[in-house]
């Protein structure tokens, strides 16, 4: 079993800064696998940011030069460093495992708004 427990969320104005975190439990097998997704209102979940094979990094569009993640092996914890927050950032995040089959955190609300 696999455990995802996301936090760091909250509102930010326009223009600020938040860092989330993943932690992971259980039967992980390697952070590579280990990325963040989002859900606005309306819309369907969507990658943000991710490791791929070789521990490179995978961006959307929308956030390249704004967002970066990172990890922590030694805590099992994966981070989301988002800079620059616009109010179409405003989602649910979620934290995802994929190795095949897919785990997800319950998520953790964004809020960019003045």
């Known amino acids: 079993q696999v455990q995802l427990v996301e936090s760091g969320g909250g509102l930010v104005q326009p223009g600020g800064s938040l860092r989330l975190s993943c932690a992971a439990s259980?039967?992980?097998?390697?952070?590579?696998?280990m990325g963040w997704y989002r859900q606005a209102p309306g819309k369907e979940r969507a990658l943000v940011a991710r490791?791929?094979?070789?521990?490179?990094?995978i961006y959307a569009d929308s956030v390249k030069g704004r967002f970066t993640i990172s990890r922590d092996n030694a805590k099992n914890t994966v981070y989301l460093q988002m800079n620059s927050l616009k109010p179409e950032d405003t989602a649910v995040y979620y934290c995802n495992y994929n190795i095949g089959l897919n785990y997800w955190g319950q998520g953790t609300q964004v809020t960019v708004s003045s």
């Open positions: 259980g039967s992980i097998i390697s952070l590579n696998a």
């Open positions: 490791f791929s094979s070789g521990g490179r990094t």
